[in-house]
């Protein structure tokens, strides 16, 4: 499975951002996908999760109110819908495939190559 993500940028405070990845490979719409994040210094963060189906979704307590997965499995696209956001908000973005939406940072299994997120005050 290959995994590319894109869509980052630089905004402002308070903008919004959709992320996308694009999967390819076998079986790839038979892994839940998710995204992470790593923002400089620190280590990396999970985000959300959805399941290979789209039916669930699991997100960090910490951006539940912000941030929306979704999935096209017709495009073999995950996308990473961001609103209202922070400077804090600052990092690279990664998605991955695991076999399922929970425990993500211990068991993804395929990695995109990231993409970076700036958000100016």
């Known amino acids: 499975v290959q995994l590319q993500a894109s869509g980052g940028g630089l905004v402002q405070a308070g903008g919004s951002l959709r992320l996308a990845c694009a999967a390819s490979?076998?079986?790839?719409?038979?892994?839940?996908m998710g995204w992470f994040r790593q923002a400089p210094g620190k280590g990396r963060e999970f985000i959300a999760g959805?399941?290979?189906?789209?039916?669930?979704?699991n997100y960090a307590s910490s951006v539940k109110d912000r941030f929306t997965i979704s999935r096209d499995n017709a495009n073999n696209t995950v996308f990473l819908q961001i609103h209202g956001l922070k400077p804090e908000d600052t990092a690279v973005y990664y998605c991955?495939?695991?076999?399922?939406?929970?425990?993500?940072?211990?068991?993804?299994?395929?990695w995109g190559q990231g993409t970076q997120v700036t958000v100016s005050s």
């Open positions: 490979g076998r079986f790839v719409n038979s892994y839940a």
């Open positions: 991955a495939a695991a076999p399922s939406p929970y425990r993500m940072h211990l068991t993804s299994r395929y």
């Open positions: 959805i399941s290979w189906r789209g039916d669930t979704t």
